[in-house]
């Protein structure tokens, strides 16, 4: 709509200065004929904006005018107020400042968007780690946070899985990355991803470290998860599932990718798996909605486990029963 572009034109130019009518075209995906109708119709109404020509030329506001209009249309104004983590914010020390910036823009919402605004927030809330997973202490979260935000060097005892167990190591922290209630620093040089709750002491230092220009910490996280999952799924298991069940995670993508459909209405497909052990747990949740067919070693696991649990329960009476 063009009321949204006219507030969008707007904002964008008053958080990033000068813009070019091919720029604001662009980003608002329009043509630079509508971004010069939109620029008229923005100075008739009095909006004391300009333009200069030239190599160097383009839009810009007067210098010191700022507009308290937020263009938030009613969905953002829900999105905004659903994606304020209490939580994650106030274990960054930040939680009274999330709370200070709500308040606020909640204060500077027309009645209807506020209205929208509560109503998300009074019904949705968002917990994000497992029923069973403990929550992580991480007491040294707010000085890794502090170093992100000032490139200051940290020094840290860190506890890994593997031999030595517990190692130094000079952190250049680039950013933090919060995972299913699991908060980790991706830091240099490498970068390489470290489990903030694993720090067992931390120094910090004057020192300033200079963050890559071309570093994209989503990115980065991204293409992590990615070779998570290639290095944690090695092997491979042929299983067929039961109309109607469905598996998790990257084997129920291949499920749906290469899964076909027998005759009698199962599914076969070829699915990746962790580990025998892994899988034999996994597997066995499913009970008889699943077969597998191959490993030979993963088939026959299941197979003795489901032949020691028909002797354990083959008896009609539990152990110290009448």
């Known amino acids: ?30 043509s630079v004929r509508t971004v010069y109708r939109d620029v008229e119709a923005l100075g008739a109404a009095g909006v004391p904006l300009y333009g200069d020509a030239g190599h160097a030329g383009g839009y810009r506001l007067l210098d010191g005018y700022r507009t308290r209009l937020t263009g938030l249309t009613a969905g953002e104004a ?11 914010a106030a274990q960054l020390g930040l939680g009274s400042v999330l709370a200070a910036a709500q308040l606020k823009v909640r204060a500077a919402l027309p009645a209807e968007l506020r209205a929208h605004a509560d109503r998300i927030s009074g ?19 707010p000085a890794v946070a502090d170093a ?3 490139s200051r060097v940290l020094h840290v005892l860190y506890r890994r899985w593997r031999e030595p167990t517990d190692v130094e190591r000079r952190l ?11 908060w980790y620093v991706v830091a240099g040089p490498g970068p390489r991803t470290y489990r903030v709750d694993q720090i067992l002491e931390l120094t910090t230092h004057d020192e300033e470290f200079i963050r890559p220009g071309g570093f994209d910490l989503a990115a980065y996280w991204a293409a992590y998860q990615r070779g998570f999952h290639d290095r944690l799924h090695r092997g491979e298991a042929v299983v067929r599932l039961a109309p109607g069940t469905t598996l998790t995670g990257p084997a129920g993508e291949a499920v749906r990718r290469d899964g076909r459909t ?19 747990a996994e597997f066995l949740r499913l009970g008889t909605a699943i077969e597998v067919l191959a490993p030979d070693e993963l088939r026959s696991r299941i197979a003795r486990t489901v032949a020691e649990l028909a002797e354990r329960y083959g008896n009609s009476r539990a152990p110290g029963g009448d």
Do not use: N
Request: no cysteine.
């Open 1 to 30: 709509m063009k009321s949204s572009r006219l507030v969008s034109i707007l904002l964008l130019l008053q958080t990033r200065g000068r813009m070019t009518a091919a720029q604001l075209a662009e980003e608002l995906e329009v």
């Open 148 to 150: 992100v935000w000032s």
């Open 172 to 182: 250049e922290p680039y950013g933090l990355v919060l995972k299913a209630g699991r």
């Open 123 to 141: 019904r949705f809330h968002l917990d994000a780690p497992g029923w069973y997973a403990d929550a992580d202490d991480a007491p040294y979260l």
């Open 262 to 280: 027998d005759d009698d209405g199962w599914t076969r497909a070829t699915v990746p798996i962790e580990s025998v052990d892994h899988a034999h």
């Open 78 to 88: 829900e999105a905004l107020f659903l994606a304020g983590a209490p939580g994650p």
